[in-house]
C-alpha cells in the first residue's frame, strides 16, 4: 500500500480461514491476541451456527478489523451478505479518504451486496453487545434512514471533541476511517442539524448539502440548541 499514493486493494477471503489461523496463531508472540478474542475466535470457530447471527457476525468484523487496520489508512471490514451464514469478507483497503468515500457510495449503489454489524455512523465499531447495541446494516434505504439518526448526534459530538470547528478535510480524513455512511447522508445531516454551520473559503455559509467542498470548514455554532446543551458531549 505504500509503494503507491493512490493504491487500493480488494480482498476477498474466508472468515473462517483467518480465524483458523488466529486460532493457530493465538499463542504466538507474533500475532498477540487479547484473552477476550482468543475467545471469540475459539467459540466462532467452534460453533459454525454463530455465523448465521448478526451479532457474531459483528465480532467477527471487530476481530478482522482489528488484525487488518494497519494494512492502510482506510479499511473496510464489511462482510458479503449471506444471510444464511456471513462467510466471506470483501474488505477493501485504500490510502486516500476519498478513496474510501467514493467505495461506500458504490456499495449503496449496490445495496444488500455486503453487510456490516455494529453501529449506523461514526465508530462503526464502538459498541456494546451486552447492551443490545449495534444494528445490521446492509447499504440500502431503511439502513441508511437509521444512519442518518445517528450521524445527526455523531457529527455534532465529533466535532465538539475536536474544539467546535474543523476543518472539512479533517473531517473527512478522520470520519472516514471507521463510518459506512453514504456521503449524501453525512452531508445532508451536516446541513439539517441546528448546531452546525459549514463556512466557506470565503467567510460565506453554505445553504445546500449537495454543494459542500473539502475546502469548507465545519463548525458548531456558538448559541447551540438546548438539545445540545443537555447532551453529554464529554
Not at 475536536?162 to 459506512?180: H, L, N, R
Request: proline share 4%.
Amino acid at each position: 500500500m505504500s509503494s503507491w499514493r493512490s493504491a487500493e486493494v480488494l480482498l476477498t477471503f474466508m472468515i473462517e480461514s483467518m480465524l483458523a489461523f488466529l486460532s493457530q496463531q493465538k499463542d504466538s508472540p507474533s500475532v498477540p491476541l487479547e484473552p477476550e478474542v482468543k475467545q471469540k475466535v475459539d467459540l466462532l470457530l467452534n460453533d459454525r451456527g454463530l455465523l448465521i447471527k448478526k451479532q457474531w457476525l459483528g465480532e467477527a468484523e471487530k476481530i478482522a478489523f482489528a488484525h487488518l487496520k494497519g494494512c492502510a489508512p482506510y479499511v473496510s471490514p464489511f462482510s458479503i451478505n449471506n444471510p444464511t451464514g456471513w462467510r466471506y469478507w470483501l474488505m477493501h483497503f485504500a490510502n486516500a479518504y476519498r478513496a474510501r468515500q467514493v467505495y461506500n457510495n458504490v456499495l449503496h449503489q449496490n445495496s444488500m451486496s455486503q453487510a456490516h454489524f455494529g453501529r449506523l455512523g461514526l465508530s462503526m465499531l464502538s459498541y456494546n453487545p451486552a447492551e443490545n447495541e449495534g444494528q445490521l446494516y446492509l447499504f440500502e434505504k431503511d439502513s441508511r434512514n437509521l444512519a442518518k439518526k445517528s450521524l445527526y448526534d455523531d457529527i455534532p459530538r465529533f466535532i465538539a471533541e475536536s474544539g467546535d470547528t474543523m476543518a472539512m478535510k479533517d473531517f473527512y480524513a478522520t470520519a472516514y476511517s471507521e463510518t459506512p455512511a453514504h456521503s449524501d447522508d453525512i452531508h445532508e445531516m451536516i446541513m439539517k442539524n441546528p448546531d452546525m454551520e459549514v463556512i466557506t473559503e470565503k467567510g460565506g455559509k453554505r445553504r445546500e448539502a449537495t454543494a459542500i467542498k473539502e475546502s469548507d470548514t465545519l463548525k458548531l455554532k456558538s448559541q447551540k440548541s438546548l438539545f445540545f446543551m443537555f447532551d453529554d458531549f464529554s
